[in-house]
């Protein structure tokens, strides 16, 4: 029985020792030739959106040094920090956009900003959050983000999807 209990140990810290090298998430704005340089061993590269349109030719570098490393594009559509970070040009640019439209933010009984996490507030997801008529155009908030990712982000930069954060289901939505 110890056998098996020590066999199972080691194989459960030998496949996490495995999977530490297998992935990581870089989760700031820029990515330096030093970071890059850094992330070589690694199979999948999770990035801040902000990387895709501050740091292409630090992504370029590392796909030439692997042909195979999967790159994938860090995105949470349910909050954004408050405030943004200055190092964040497209999202300083989105949450000055998202201000025009006051109804997309969640509020609480208090008809204060939800909060998620401290300095973050909660975006209106639901299907069917209110809609603005933005350049003679109708859209809720998810539909609006989805447009502008789509535009400055998923088609900046060649990558292999998406990990999206604070996915949830509008069921769900509708309950809060």
């Known amino acids: 029985m110890k056998k098996l209990l020590f066999i199972t140990i080691l194989l459960g810290f030998c496949l996490l020792v495995r999977s530490q090298t297998t992935a990581v998430l870089h989760y700031l704005p820029l990515l330096t030739t ?65 201000k025009k439209y006051p109804k997309w933010f969640l509020k609480g009984t208090n008809r204060k900003k939800l909060v998620f996490w401290p300095g973050t507030v909660l975006m209106n997801c639901r299907l069917d959050c209110p809609r603005y008529i933005i350049n003679g155009k109708s859209y809720n908030y998810i539909e609006y983000f989805t447009e502008h990712y789509i535009d400055d982000i998923i088609g900046a930069y060649q990558k292999e999807g998406i990990l999206l954060d604070g996915v949830l289901d509008d069921e769900l939505l509708k309950s809060i």
């Open 34 to 98: 030093e970071q890059a340089e850094s992330y070589k061993g690694y199979d999948i590269i999770i990035v801040d959106h902000e990387v895709i349109n501050n740091s292409p030719e630090n992504l370029r570098l590392m796909r030439e040094e692997n042909p195979n490393l999967k790159i994938l594009v860090y995105a949470n559509k349910i909050e954004w920090h408050s405030p943004m970070f200055i190092d964040k040009p497209w999202s300083l640019k989105m949450v000055a956009e998202l």
